[in-house]
């Protein structure tokens, strides 16, 4: 018999603890509002702090908001940085629950639902036999409970094409759901929506990054007859699309890739690295006199500047460099586990790029959860509306992609803990002061590859097995 008489209970429904509070109402209220083929209609009550306490009771709300939280959470069993799911009993009723979600901070109070609905539930679900019944979690009282959680890497992003995407909604909702917590989206042309896709990323606690060309479209595959003259005109295309199209936007930063992506180093007897170098230091000082605290990402593939990284280290402090293709795997396309010789090469070319530039932004761009097909890749023909296609669209993509992830997958949880070795390696040498991101398409649900990598970037220190059972059980997780 379900039981019926539980109420949410919240501090504050505004922001992101909003969308937290909405979050908890429809996916533990779909468990519990409900008998199993009974025309009896229940809504579940949600109510600020102050009003009368249920039987059972859900506590949603920042810690220092909270008078009820703080009576069952002491100050220094909550993580400053990270969340705590407690579930206790309610101590006027011993049959009677109260679970308890906080933090210090709304994001991570979004996180610490997520965890009651993806990780508790799925790991304490009644046990039928061999049949487990997470439908049937709210038919007894739950599990005395308590986890915490703090992030090992204070940047966990996602790169990707914005024409990749078939609903920005879903896409964003599944980023919050894995604890994701800024998104790069390139485009040739700025999207008609993108004021709605900021709007809407923001209000889950998502920085939008908005990438552009800085050489990567117009330079690339014709840097050995590059005049000086064509840089100093793309330098004034770049500075005006800026000014005209990205700064009027409410953008969390500019991300941008210039003519790295090649295998040889040397152009014109001159190294890419100092080219390339000297471009950005050049264009982005032209930027920061226009706008002093703009946030610049550097996307810069490592193939060409490998023996030259002393170039690349002069690459003005301000700007944070986005490191790709730096390695085996997790840096490859290509998601088998990798040869030990080239894991070890991979680790000590990281080491390098950790300790390139004293302090400065650096984050490395993990390739092994995804790819588009280059061969038939399509490039935007104009401004379009990004990310509300059709349903019939995203069925089709969905499916042209379900045997890839399965492939990914497979890759995943043979090798999946070579990524946890080598986060634990990227997080002793640099304390997590480094931007984690996933790059590929995600569209169409939450993956056992993307969704296990932002797991450890999260609770890394939980060993690999522990974490891929966590993530392998959660509801959220796309299987078909």
Same mark, same amino acid.
């Given at each position: 018999m379900k039981q019926t008489d539980w109420k949410i209970i919240y501090s504050s429904y505004e922001g992101v603890a909003k969308r937290a509070i909405q979050l908890l109402s429809r996916e533990a209220g779909g468990l519990i509002i409900r008998e199993p083929d009974v025309y009896s209609i229940y809504t579940l009550p949600v109510e600020k702090e102050g009003c009368e306490i249920s039987k059972n009771a859900f506590f949603v709300g920042l810690y220092a908001d909270s008078p009820t939280i703080r009576q069952f959470v002491k100050e220094d069993e909550l993580p400053e940085d990270g969340f705590i799911v407690r579930i206790t009993e309610n101590p006027n009723d011993p049959d009677g629950r109260f679970v308890i979600l906080s933090a210090h901070n709304e994001k991570e109070l979004y996180y610490a639902v997520v965890s009651f609905l993806d990780d508790y539930i799925p790991g304490y679900?009644?046990?039928?036999?061999?049949?487990?019944?997470?439908?049937? %979690?709210?038919?007894?009282?739950l599990g005395i409970y308590s986890y915490t959680e703090r992030p090992s890497f204070e940047t966990r992003s996602v790169f990707t094409w914005g024409h990749s995407f078939n609903d920005y909604r879903a896409y964003i909702e599944n980023m919050a759901r894995m604890k994701l917590n800024e998104v790069i989206i390139w485009n040739d042309y700025l999207p008609l929506n993108i004021d709605d896709i900021i709007e809407y990323a923001h209000s889950f606690g998502i920085r939008v990054i908005l990438g552009y060309s800085w050489g990567w479209r117009e330079i690339s595959n014709k840097a050995e007859i590059i005049t000086d003259e064509?840089?100093?005109?793309?330098r004034e295309k770049i500075i005006?699309?800026?000014?005209?199209?990205?700064?009027?936007?409410?953008?969390d930063g500019i991300y941008f890739q210039s003519f790295t992506e090649r295998k040889?180093?040397?152009?014109?007897?001159?190294?890419?690295?100092? %080219?390339v170098t000297e471009f950005v230091n050049e264009t982005s000082d032209a930027l920061f006199k226009l706008k002093p605290d703009l946030r610049l990402q550097f996307g810069l593939h490592a193939t060409s500047v490998k023996s030259w990284l002393s170039e690349i280290a002069k690459v003005d402090p301000r700007i944070e460099i986005l490191f790709e293709d730096c390695g085996a795997f997790p840096f490859s396309y290509i998601s088998a586990m990798p040869e030990e010789n080239a894991f070890r090469e991979t680790l000590d070319f990281v080491e390098k790029l950790l300790s390139l530039r004293d302090g400065a932004g650096v984050g490395l761009v993990f390739k092994s959860v995804m790819m588009l097909d280059w061969g038939r890749f399509a490039m935007q023909r104009g401004p379009y509306i990004m990310g509300d296609n059709s349903k019939r669209i995203a069925e089709h993509d969905r499916r042209i992609r379900a045997n890839s992830w399965r492939r990914y997958s497979a890759d995943w949880f043979v090798g999946g803990h070579k990524a946890h070795e080598l986060l634990t390696f990227i997080k002793e040498h640099s304390n997590g002061k480094v931007n984690i991101c996933l790059a590929g398409t995600f569209d169409g649900g939450i993956y056992l590859p993307e969704a296990l990598c932002a797991q450890m970037t999260r609770r890394l220190y939980e060993d690999f097995p522990t974490t891929l059972r966590r993530v392998t059980r959660r509801p959220s997780l796309t299987v078909d």
């Open positions: 679900a009644p046990n039928h036999n061999p049949n487990y019944m997470p439908d049937l %979690i709210f038919d007894s009282p064509e840089l100093t005109a793309l005006s699309q800026y000014v005209n199209v990205y700064a009027k936007t409410n953008c040889d180093e040397i152009v014109n007897g001159k190294p890419i690295a100092r %080219i």
